[in-house]
């Protein structure tokens, strides 16, 4: 089996095509804790509409332990990671109780 290592944040920036932006998303679900440090540290990507999927995948992924990370988000330039903040953060506080 070959592996192929790609930036979490090459692979979810939307502009690219939608396709495979939903099967990186799924993917990354699907490793889900291994890939949580590099997607933390694509939070810092200058794309807003990077931030946003990543935003949301960490959300899908069910780690309180991300919750701050993904708060520090809350006031971003972007309506977008802003509004997939919100949504993030509501699934985390929900996986927490």
């Given at each position: ?18 396709a ?21 540290e ?6 807003a ?11 899908d ?37």
């Open positions: 089996m070959t592996y192929v290592r790609v930036k979490p944040a090459h692979a979810l920036d939307r502009r690219r095509d939608v495979a932006q939903l099967l990186a998303s799924e993917a990354l679900l699907k490793i889900g804790a291994p890939a949580v440090p590099q997607l933390l694509a939070l810092n990507d200058p794309s509409k990077v931030r946003d999927a990543l935003v949301r995948v960490l959300g992924m069910g780690n309180p332990e991300v919750a701050d990370r993904i708060a520090a988000l809350k006031d971003d330039p972007d309506f977008g990671v802003r509004w997939e903040v919100k949504g993030a953060l509501a699934k985390l506080k929900a996986t927490k109780q």
